[in-house]
C-alpha cells in the first residue's frame, strides 16, 4: 500500500465535497453529508480541525478534532471518524486519531474525549489500543 497521508483540511474543493459525500453515509445513514458551504464553514472555524487522510492523492478517511473553552478549562473531542471501506484494516483511523492527538497536545490541551458505539468493534479495540481509557459515565441525548 501506498504512504497514507494525513493533514488537516485547509481549502475545500470539488474532490473534497465528493469525499464526504462518499465517507458520510459510511458514518451514518441518517446525516446528509455536508455540502460545500458547510465543508467551508467547519474549515474556516477556530475551534475545529478536519484531518483528512489522503492515499495516492483521493481522501479515504476523515476525522474532527473540536476544541471549546468552558469555566473549567479547555475541552477537546474527536468526532465523526470515518475510513472508506476499501482502505479498513489498514491503520488510517490511528494515523487520524495520532494527528489529533498531537494537536491536542500543540494546544496543551490535557485530555480528549470521543464517544463511540458499543457495536463499532474495531473502532473500540483501537481507541484502547492508542490509549484511550474508558469512561464510566451516561451519554444523553435530547431531541429536539
Known sequence: MSEVVV????TVDD????????LVPQLSSSSPAPDEAELK??????GTVIFVA???GRIVG?????????PTGMKAWIEDVV????VRGRGVGELLNRAALGEARRRSIDSVSLTSRPSRDAANRLYQRIGFEPRE????RYRL
Open 7 to 10: 493533514e488537516p483540511l485547509r
Open 15 to 22: 474532490d473534497v465535497v465528493e469525499a464526504f459525500a462518499r
Open 41 to 46: 464553514a467547519i474549515v474556516t472555524s477556530d
Open 54 to 56: 489522503r492515499l495516492d
Open 62 to 70: 476523515s476525522l474532527t478534532f473540536v476544541t471549546f473553552r468552558i
Open 83 to 86: 475510513v472508506d471501506e476499501s
Open 137 to 140: 459515565t451516561n451519554v444523553y
